[in-house]
């Protein structure tokens, strides 16, 4: 089956980010952290994330990679990139969504507060700073549909986005991996850990994952590699 996957580049005008919404989807929900809080998942939350999706397809910085299934003609994976600075993780002027455009009715003040303590935690292992450089070309979101892991797919995503970085003129690639399946691929690519968060110890919310999920990825690890 992987002789017939072909990695692209994704068209990113009109409405061609609604080709990633079911990937995006199962991502948030399998994520470990997100896996925490179903109401990121689910109702307004899923309103939310598609008009999240569609913000980052429309003002990405880096290409988007899709793999495409020739003879199924249905999508296997995508890896969404972007470019994150040194001054802060987007460049100016960019628009949204914002979050006073969102609607956070299905999650509870504590899951948010959680959350997003989580997340600016993890944002204190900074590529651009260990490296001493101004912007990293940064792996967002991976994802491989089930049918389809275990066959080089992911791997191969993340080796085409550093020889696209390259060409980019960029010198460094970075990002945050809160699986072990993910952090084993980037390792494989030459990443190297930066920062590592064990959940059971810094994640408010642990004990809201999923079982199996838990069971399975202990730790969120940021992670980079010299171009």
Known sequence: MADNI????????????????????????NETVSSAIPGLVTGNGKKNLEQVLEGLVREVEAPILTAWDLQENKLAGF?????????????PG?????????????????????????????????????????????LLSLSVAKDYRGKGIASRLVHRSLKEASAMGLSLASGTFTNSYAQ????????EVIGEFVYKDTYKLYGSIPKDIRDEHTKCACMAKRL
């Open 6 to 29: 072909e990695i692209r580049i994704m068209e990113t005008k009109g409405e061609s980010w609604k080709k990633l919404i079911d990937g995006f989807l199962s991502f948030r929900t």
């Open 184 to 191: 084993r691929i980037a390792a494989n690519a030459g990443f």
């Open 94 to 138: 960019r628009t949204g969504p914002r979050i006073e455009d969102l609607n956070f009715d299905d999650i509870s003040e504590e899951e948010m507060k959680a959350f997003k303590e989580y997340w600016l935690l993890t944002r204190t292992a900074n590529p651009c700073e260990t490296y001493k450089v101004d912007k990293t070309f940064y």
């Open 79 to 91: 890896l969404i990139n972007d470019v994150r600075y040194a001054k802060g993780p987007i460049a």
